[in-house]
C-alpha cells in the first residue's frame, strides 16, 4: 500500500537527521526492510530525496501554519510534516487530501498517535494557505543552501560564478555510465540499451547519460561487466590522469572503485593498477567490481593513505582524497547541512595523504590529487602548501584542451571542474610531477 512508501521515507529521513547517515545507504535499506514493489520504492525514494534537498524551504513553509513558528519539534513529527508538505508543494499528480491522509497515518504510529492531531491540523492549514506563502527573502532558503556555503563559494569563486553553481545546484544530478571498452562499444552498449533511456556524451566517447532509466545495476549488460555507474567529472579526471597500458599506477583512496575501474580499462587491461582504501568491506567491492569487468591487472589492498607504508614506486599515482564534499550535494544532499565548522580539520588531512602518497611516486612521474567539493581551502590551497614544503615536485599542466575552465586566472596544473560546465558533480583535480633530479631539501 502507499502508506508503506510514506513510512520508509521516514525511517530514511529520520536516520539522516538524527543519526547522520549516508543518503544512498538509509533509503536504499528503508526500502528492502519495507519489501517495496518497484512503484512504491521510486515514490519513497522520490519523497526521500525530495525533501532533503527542499528541505529549508519546507521547513519555511510548514513553520508559517504553527501557532508558535519559533517552535522547536520533535524531529520525526517534523519529518512527517515535510513528507506532506513536499507532496503538496511539488507534487502535482498527488491530492493534498491524500498527501495530510497519509501523513496522518504515518503519525497514528509514532507515539501512539499522539501528535496526530497536530499533523492533520498544520497539513490542512497548509493545503488552504500555500498559495499565499510569500517568497523567502533568504537566499539560504530558496536555495536550500546554507549561508555559510554560499559565503564560502561567494568568496571563492565570486558573485556572478556563485550564482550560476546555485542554479546549478538546485537541479538532480544526472547518471552517467562508464563504457568498457575491453568489451564492448559505446554505440554496441547504446544499441542494447536505447535511445530512450541513454544517449552519448561528446565530451567523453566512452561516457553514456541515462535518462531516467531506474537502477542502473539492472540494465541489460551491467551483469556482464559491459559498464559500470561512473559520474562525468569523475570520468573526465581518469582522462586528465591519463594512464597509459604497461605503466604502474596506485590508486591511495579507490572506494568505491569507479575511478580505478577507468583507469584500468583506459590501461587497456596491460600495466598494474593497485586499488588501496583503509576499509576491508569497501576493498572487497573494489574486487568484486574488477572481477565482472574482467580488470585482471587490478589489485585492491587495505592501506591508510595517511600514514601506511608502501615500498612500490609508480609512474602515476591519484589521489582522492576524504572531502567536505560540497560539489556532490545534489548527489548526497544531506551534505547541504553540515556544520562548516566540520570542514576546519580536513585541508590538513588531506595535505598529510598527498605528503604520504608523493613516495609513492618514482623520479619524473606524476601525482594527482582531487576531491569532489569546491572549496579553495580543500583544493588550490592544500596544492599550493604541498608544492611548498615538497620542492621534489613541481606542477605538471593538465591536458585540457578542448575543457571549459570556470574559474578565471586558474592556473594549468588545476582544474575545477562545476556542475553547468558538463553536467557532472563538482570536482577539483591538480597535477604534479616528481622531478627527475634529486633536490636538496631545505633546512632550518
Same mark, same amino acid.
Given at each position: 500500500m502507499a502508506t508503506s512508501s510514506r513510512k520508509a521515507a521516514l525511517a530514511a529521513l529520520n536516520a539522516v537527521t538524527q543519526n547522520e547517515g549516508y543518503s544512498n545507504i538509509v533509503i536504499d535499506q528503508a526500502i528492502r526492510t519495507a519489501g517495496l514493489a518497484p512503484r512504491d520504492a521510486a515514490l519513497a525514494a522520490a519523497l526521500f530525496y525530495g525533501v532533503?534537498? %527542499?528541505?529549508?524551504? *519546507?521547513?519555511?513553509?510548514?513553520?508559517?501554519? #504553527?501557532?508558535?513558528? %519559533?517552535?522547536?519539534?520533535?524531529?520525526?513529527? *517534523?519529518?512527517?510534516?515535510?513528507? &506532506?508538505?513536499?507532496?503538496?508543494?511539488? *507534487?502535482?499528480?498527488?491530492?493534498?487530501?491524500? @498527501?495530510?491522509?497519509?501523513?496522518?497515518?504515518?503519525? +497514528?504510529?509514532?507515539?501512539?498517535?499522539?501528535? %496526530?492531531? =497536530?499533523?492533520?491540523?498544520? !497539513?490542512?492549514?497548509?493545503?488552504? &494557505?500555500?498559495?499565499d506563502i510569500p517568497s523567502p527573502e533568504s537566499e539560504s532558503v530558496r536555495w536550500n543552501i546554507p549561508q555559510a556555503v554560499i559565503d564560502i563559494w561567494r568568496r571563492d569563486y565570486g558573485a556572478p560564478l556563485t550564482e550560476k553553481l546555485l542554479e546549478a545546484m538546485a537541479g538532480r544530478a544526472e547518471t552517467f555510465l562508464r563504457v568498457n571498452a575491453l568489451k564492448t562499444t559505446a554505440a554496441q552498449l547504446l544499441e542494447? #540499451? /536505447?535511445?530512450?533511456?541513454?544517449?552519448?556524451?561528446?565530451? #567523453?566517447?566512452?561516457?553514456?547519460?541515462?535518462?531516467?532509466?531506474?537502477?542502473?545495476?539492472? $540494465?541489460? &549488460?551491467?551483469?556482464?561487466?559491459? =559498464?559500470?555507474?561512473?559520474? $562525468?567529472? /569523475?570520468? $573526465? $579526471?581518469? @582522462? !586528465?590522469?591519463?594512464?597509459?597500458?604497461? +605503466?604502474?599506477?596506485?590508486?591511495?583512496? @579507490?572506494?568505491?572503485? &569507479?575511478? /580505478?575501474?577507468?583507469?584500468?580499462?583506459?590501461?587497456?587491461?596491460?600495466?598494474? !593498477?593497485?586499488? =588501496?582504501?583503509?576499509?576491508k568491506g569497501r576493498v572487497n567491492l573494489i574486487r568484486k567490481g574488477a572481477q565482472r569487468l574482467g580488470l585482471s591487472i587490478l589489485s585492491a589492498a587495505v592501506r591508510d593513505a595517511a600514514k601506511g607504508a608502501c615500498s612500490a614506486q609508480y609512474d602515476r599515482v591519484l589521489c582522492d582524497v576524504p572531502c567536505s564534499g560540497l560539489g556532490v550535494i545534489r548527489r548526497k544532499p544531506e551534505i547541504r547541512y553540515k556544520k562548516p565548522e566540520s570542514f576546519a580539520a580536513l585541508p590538513a588531512l588531506q595535505l598529510k595523504i598527498l605528503t604520504h602518497s608523493a613516495g609513492l611516486v618514482r623520479p619524473g612521474g606524476l601525482l594527482f590529487y582531487s576531491t569532489c567539493t569546491l572549496h579553495q581551502a580543500e583544493n588550490g590551497a592544500v596544492v599550493s602548501a604541498f608544492l611548498e614544503q615538497n620542492p621534489a615536485f613541481e606542477p605538471y599542466a593538465l591536458p585540457v584542451s578542448g575543457v571549459a575552465r570556470s574559474v578565471p586566472a586558474e592556473p594549468a596544473h588545476m582544474l575545477t571542474m562545476m556542475p553547468m560546465d558538463f553536467g557532472g558533480d563538482g570536482f577539483f583535480a591538480a597535477g604534479l610531477r616528481r622531478k627527475e633530479s634529486p633536490v636538496t631539501e631545505r633546512t632550518g
Open positions: 532533503l534537498e %527542499k528541505r529549508m524551504t *519546507l521547513d519555511y513553509a510548514i513553520r508559517r501554519f #504553527l501557532a508558535k513558528p %519559533k517552535q522547536k519539534m520533535d524531529e520525526t513529527v *517534523l519529518n512527517i510534516l515535510r513528507i &506532506g508538505a513536499y507532496q503538496m508543494l511539488y *507534487l502535482d499528480k498527488i491530492p493534498d487530501s491524500a @498527501a495530510v491522509n497519509e501523513a496522518v497515518l504515518c503519525a +497514528e504510529s509514532y507515539q501512539h498517535g499522539r501528535y %496526530k492531531g =497536530f499533523v492533520n491540523a498544520v !497539513l490542512r492549514s497548509l493545503a488552504r &494557505g500555500k498559495a542494447k #540499451l /536505447s535511445p530512450s533511456v541513454a544517449a552519448p556524451v561528446s565530451a #567523453l566517447p566512452e561516457a553514456l547519460r541515462l535518462h531516467g532509466a531506474g537502477d542502473p545495476t539492472a $540494465l541489460p &549488460g551491467f551483469s556482464e561487466g559491459l =559498464f559500470h555507474v561512473q559520474d $562525468l567529472s /569523475s570520468q $573526465l $579526471l581518469c @582522462a !586528465l590522469v591519463d594512464p597509459q597500458p604497461g +605503466e604502474c599506477v596506485a590508486d591511495v583512496c @579507490a572506494a568505491p572503485g &569507479g575511478k /580505478s575501474f577507468t583507469m584500468a580499462e583506459r590501461m587497456e587491461n596491460r600495466g598494474r !593498477l593497485d586499488a =588501496f582504501d583503509l576499509y
